[in-house]
């Protein structure tokens, strides 16, 4: 079965402290994974790709395939990350997501 | 460059009426993907538009349709609503040569 999931609804931490938004996926295929960041009033917007191996606002996510994770870490939250994440399988041929149910994360002052 | 866009931002409807969603995608890309984002349901896959076609369908009923129009704009219509039909819905458009697609701020659909 094809499923994403992200364990916790809701992640609270204060300024400064590391962060990981957990997200654990099911699939057959060869995974293309995604994290996508919703603020308050915007839309959704692209912030991870695995593919691209690159660091936005300071976010990584590694590609673990034997754990079949693709968590989300950031060393140092800042006020301003408070979002709502969501992590998404892209699915092979169709291209089409499968959504986790996502994380609000909440960086306290 | 101009982001996926979508219109009406709300739309309020009463039961078994019809409901029609538009949605832009932006300029280049041939792909658009609509998802129903329904309380405590989380992102769904509704359907995938490409050249005009549409491409894959996920688990709804085929009240749930749509079209692609040759400028790769694309509407999504909603028959005989139900309340269960209230939720955000969000399109989303993709480049050709990647799989990466890109939201639009979503239509809220209220069915009274």
């Known amino acids: 079965a094809q499923r994403v999931t992200q364990p916790e609804k809701l992640l609270s931490v204060f300024k400064g402290a590391p962060v990981e938004l957990k997200c654990n996926y099911s699939?057959?295929?060869?995974?293309?994974l995604f994290w996508y960041v919703q603020y308050s009033r915007q839309r959704l917007q692209l912030l991870l790709r695995?593919?691209s191996r690159e660091s936005i606002k300071g976010f990584t996510a590694d590609l673990n395939k034997g754990e079949t994770s693709f968590h989300l870490k950031k060393p140092f939250a800042q006020e301003e990350d408070s979002a709502m994440y969501y992590c998404?399988?892209?699915?092979?041929?169709?291209?089409?997501?499968?959504f986790g149910t996502g994380t609000r994360l909440k960086v306290l002052a | 460059e101009a982001g996926v866009t979508q219109s009406p931002t709300h739309l309020i409807k009463t039961r078994g009426q019809q409901a029609t969603l538009r949605c832009s995608p932006i300029s280049g890309h041939t792909s658009v993907y609509w998802y129903q984002q329904a309380l405590g349901l989380g992102l769904q896959f509704l359907l995938w538009?490409?050249?005009?076609?549409?491409?894959n369908r996920g688990n709804f009923p085929p009240r749930f349709s749509g079209r692609q129009f040759p400028n790769y704009s694309s509407e999504l219509n909603v028959n005989a609503l139900e309340l269960e039909d209230s939720a955000l819905y969000l399109c989303?458009?993709?480049?050709?040569?990647?799989?990466?697609?890109?939201f639009g701020p979503g239509t809220r659909l209220t069915v009274l």
């Open positions: 989303a458009s993709r480049w050709t040569g990647s799989d990466t697609q890109y």
């Open positions: 998404a399988l892209s699915v092979e041929g169709t291209y089409k997501y499968i």
């Open positions: 695995h593919i």
């Open positions: 699939y057959s295929g060869s995974p293309e």
């Open positions: 538009y490409d050249e005009g076609e549409e491409r």
